[in-house]
């Protein structure tokens, strides 16, 4: 059987009936605080596992305030190291404060600390655990930890002074990279294809190769930061959508990437990139596994061989027909990503492939 979305503490309840096969007690308070720990668990690794910060980030103060000291330590860190990702140092720096106030011993936080404080070119910040190190590595016969410990904060500082004298570093976002929309071609009344391109070395590919690597061939999507401000999906200013590209992998690793998307009245991210004017600054994620191929399945690439269908038969509609675009991509030469198509079985699609509108 299988359960998705596990959004609220009544589905979960209903998983774990199904799993002991007997009914819970409801009045059990602290189950019901353990059902809920592990839900919000569950979706803040799904999402860093997807570099959703937004997502992530979600209520975890609260979690913060009401979890016990030791666990309550631990998901101040994790907070810490979530809000650095989102490109968000001077928040990340107080939560890191905040754990070595707690643990004024613990490595990990310091050298998290070192690295944000060398991003905002804080010296001082850096001076000062240089004598924390001293203080910790006090034992005269094993000093190869404060060695290796003040070889990385002389790294830090050297950046750090790097950022007061030359151009500041740019705000990144973990797994992301910067692109422009460069035009829009009207496909519909609320449907368009947005043409995107970067410059980015950043963007990474669909297609990771060299090196020994396997091609492993994958239909894949790419996430958008939709600028919508305050939301109610998190507390970063924007919220994150998937969307599936039509153009091909090649065309990503040239720095283009087209979007066919449909806008929906009340759609936060598609609305927003509707009125974005020509020339804004754009994030996309680097690209995402969506299903493997030949198999149309998301399971481990390891197995991917495993499973290869003697035909396809794809059933469409609407914006889903992006996904029948890459489908299509792989059983062509020069679109699939190795030197011969992956997909070599009959494929019938019930609706047509996307047909770019003339110019």
Same mark, same amino acid.
């Given at each position: ?8 503490v009544q589905k979960s309840v209903r998983i774990v009936e199904t799993a002991k096969g007997a009914k819970l007690n409801l009045d059990d308070a602290d189950m019901f605080q353990r059902l809920a720990v592990a839900r ?167 297609n990771p190769r060299g090196r020994g690597r396997s091609v492993w061939s994958k239909v894949w999507h790419t996430t958008l930061l939709a600028e919508v401000g305050a939301n109610a999906e998190g507390p970063l200013p ?40 020509? =020339? ?6 680097? $690209?995402? %596994?969506? +299903?493997?191929? #030949?198999?149309?399945? @998301?399971? &481990? ?36 990503? =190795? ?6 079985? $009959?494929? %019938?699609? +019930?609706?047509? #492939?996307?047909?770019? @509108?003339? &110019?």
């Amino acid at each position: 059987q299988l359960f998705t979305r596990i959004l609220d503490v009544q589905k979960s309840v209903r998983i774990v009936e199904t799993a002991k096969g007997a009914k819970l007690n409801l009045d059990d308070a602290d189950m019901f605080q353990r059902l809920a720990v592990a839900r919000q668990t569950r979706i803040r690794q799904q999402a860093c596992l997807e570099s959703k910060w937004n997502v992530a980030l979600a209520g975890m103060s609260d979690q913060i305030s009401a979890a016990p000291e030791k666990r309550g330590f631990k998901l101040q860190r994790e907070f810490g190291e979530l809000l650095y990702k989102a490109g968000l140092w001077e928040e990340a720096l107080e939560q890191f404060l905040r754990v070595q106030e707690a643990a004024p011993s613990n490595i990990e936080a310091m050298m998290a600390l070192a690295q944000i404080f060398s991003k905002l070119g804080r010296t001082d910040g850096l001076v000062h655990l240089e004598n924390e190190v001293k203080r910790i590595c006090c034992d005269p016969e094993d000093f190869r930890l404060e060695l290796e410990l003040s070889s990385r904060l002389s790294k830090f500082k050297t950046e750090a002074q790097a950022v007061l004298t030359d151009v500041p570093v740019e705000r990144r976002i973990e797994n992301y990279a910067i692109w422009h929309l460069e035009s829009v071609t009207a496909v519909s009344q609320h449907s368009a294809i947005y043409h995107l391109v970067s410059k980015d070395l950043k963007r990474g590919t669909p297609n990771p190769r060299g090196r020994g690597r396997s091609v492993w061939s994958k239909v894949w999507h790419t996430t958008l930061l939709a600028e919508v401000g305050a939301n109610a999906e998190g507390p970063l200013p924007w919220v994150e959508r998937d969307y599936t590209p039509i153009s091909t992998s090649q065309e990503w690793e040239r720095g283009h990437c087209d979007l066919l998307v449909k806008v929906y009245k009340d759609g936060q991210a598609s609305l927003w990139l509707s009125r974005q004017p020509l =020339g804004t600054r754009l994030w996309l994620s680097q $690209p995402l %596994r969506t +299903l493997g191929v #030949p198999s149309l399945v @998301p399971q &481990s690439e390891l197995n991917e061989t495993g499973f290869r269908p003697a035909s396809y038969l794809l059933l469409l509609a609407g914006t889903g027909i992006v996904v029948a675009e890459q489908v299509l991509h792989h059983t062509e030469t020069g679109k699939c990503f =190795g030197a011969s198509p992956a997909i070599t079985s $009959p494929i %019938r699609p +019930l609706h047509p #492939p996307l047909q770019h @509108p003339k &110019s």
